[in-house]
């Protein structure tokens, strides 16, 4: 069983900068990856960015160069770093692990970009 808990979403202008994290209760070596996904109002819920085991990232086309996902394996913590936001990044942001054949779920974030 993993836990995951989220934190960091909020209220920022367009053009401001927000950092998600995402604590894992396990050792996030253990974890095949983790991702941040989020869910627009009206929308699909979709992935935003990921990060391998081995520390490598993909990005979905819309965030490259302003999102960055990182991690400190000594916090168990994923973090996505959110700059130059715009009001379409609106959404609930979603952390996800995978582990053997299990996908687990933090609770969401709120992240609102409006002037």
């Known amino acids: 069983q993993v836990q995951l808990v989220e934190s960091g979403g909020g209220l920022v202008q367009p053009g401001g900068s927000l950092r998600l994290s995402c604590a894992a209760s396990?050792?996030?070596?253990?974890?095949?990856?983790m991702g941040w996904y989020r869910r627009a109002p009206g929308k699909q819920r979709e992935l935003v960015a990921v990060?391998?085991?081995?520390?490598?990232?993909n990005y979905e086309d819309s965030v490259k160069g302003r999102f960055t996902i990182s991690r400190d394996v000594t916090k168990n913590t994923v973090y996505l770093q959110m700059n130059s936001l715009k009001p379409e990044d609106t959404a609930v942001y979603y952390c996800?692990?995978?582990?053997?054949?299990?996908?687990?779920w933090g609770q969401g974030t709120q992240v609102t970009v409006s002037s």
């Open positions: 996800k692990a995978n582990r053997g054949i299990n996908d687990y």
């Open positions: 990060i391998t085991r081995g520390g490598s990232t």
């Open positions: 396990v050792n996030i070596f253990s974890i095949n990856g």
